[in-house]
């Protein structure tokens, strides 16, 4: 991250500054405008944020047991291995934490995940004592603050997640950090346009807003299981994982939010949800259909060549996201697909165009999208 970030944010525009006519730099170099010196304010926003993402490393390498950047050689070494799409996940990430960990973010987690959870107290809530035993799938759970909150509300809450950048930090989160906002964050600093001011560039952000740990053990429940022992996390693709016959009808219900547009085929989605179901269970769903494969080529290769972002491209190339084909559908296409497969739809909205994702509210230009939230219980 840290010198990615240097030499493509800092380092190559001093030297598109510096190729301006010297008149034109000599004057946007000095006051008011001191352009040279904000750069350099972004070259220590960028260390800071670097401060986050040596941290989130050091405890990924312990976690999977791979040798530090100073180990010598050996086959386990990852040295030279990111590719262009590796240094993006990385920078979208850390930026991420300003949407699921931060005071900044409550908004866009007010809009998404409240409904949710207002959806799970109003189905389970009246009939159960006992939220502990009700168990709850969230795939594409992100760095886990959907899977942190249904945890926290008393329901058992299990995430899922390919993307091992997401999942790092969403483990450094959950597992390693101290307290809250122990870590300061640029959420915006390194773009560039669409500012009102520097300082809007500029300001930071505490990471997390609140110590997860302590915010679980400060809950006063009565569930029969221990707040730890109610969250937990699984690395893999959704569909092969959670397609199998040891997960047929385990839980009450799935939460997906901002997900079901990851899909290259809606279908394997729809059907694997439905399989993990128990009868009766319900599909909370909350999100755009911004399709992540519209502009993709066949079996698992962008326009570009490149891989899939979050494809292993080797010994699962054909299943799961890997799977050749795609397919993009309207909501009301969506919504005749979920009844199609074996669900009702209970409930569906379109929510107001209130809902960002890592928006910066300073920003002249403003992401909204209006979201399609829906309940959908499954039926023989």
Request: charged share 25%; with cysteine; net charge negative.
């Amino acid at each position: 991250y840290r010198k990615a970030a240097h030499y493509n944010i800092t380092h190559l525009r001093r030297q598109n500054f510096y190729a301006l006519p010297s008149t034109h730099w000599k004057l946007l170099s000095s006051p008011p405008f001191s352009l040279l010196s904000t750069l350099d304010r972004v070259d220590a926003a960028i260390d800071v944020n670097a401060n986050i993402a040596d941290q989130i490393l050091s405890t990924g390498l312990a976690a999977f047991k791979l040798p530090a950047p100073t180990a010598p050689p050996s086959s386990l070494n990852w040295h030279g291995a990111a590719t262009a799409t590796d240094l993006s996940k990385a920078r979208t990430t850390i930026r991420q934490l300003y949407r699921d960990w931060s005071f900044g973010g409550a908004r866009e987690r007010r809009a998404c995940y409240d409904p949710v959870l207002h959806d799970l107290t109003a189905e389970f809530a009246p009939h159960t004592h006992n939220k502990s035993g009700i168990r709850v799938l969230i795939p594409g759970a992100g760095l886990g603050r959907l899977v942190f909150e249904v945890s926290r509300a008393g329901f058992s809450a299990e995430g899922n997640e390919i993307s091992y950048h997401a999942l790092l930090a969403g483990s450094w989160v959950l597992n390693h950090t101290r307290r809250a906002q122990e870590w300061e964050l640029f959420p915006f600093a390194l773009g560039f346009s669409n500012l009102v001011s520097r300082e809007h560039q500029l300001r930071s952000v505490w990471v997390p807003d609140v110590h997860p740990a302590t915010a679980l053990e400060e809950e006063d429940t009565e569930e029969s299981a221990h707040e730890f022992e109610r969250m937990s996390m699984t690395a893999a693709d959704f569909v092969v994982l959670y397609g199998d016959e040891a997960h047929a009808g385990c839980y009450d219900a799935v939460a997906t939010v901002f997900f079901v547009d990851t899909a290259p085929n809606l279908m394997r989605y729809v059907e694997t949800i439905r399989h993990c179901l128990r009868e009766g269970g319900v599909w909370i769903n909350l999100g755009p259909l911004l399709w992540h494969f519209e502009e993709s080529g066949p079996i698992g290769q962008a326009q570009d060549g490149s891989e899939r972002e979050g494809v292993d491209m080797g010994r699962r190339r054909q299943e799961g996201i890997g799977e050749p084909g795609s397919v993009e559908l309207t909501d009301e296409e969506v919504l005749l697909l979920v009844e199609k497969m074996g669900f009702k739809i209970e409930k569906h909205e379109l929510r107001p165009a209130e809902t960002g994702y890592i928006q910066d509210p300073e920003s002249m230009l403003q992401n909204m999208y209006r979201v399609s939230h829906w309940v959908a219980r499954k039926v023989s």
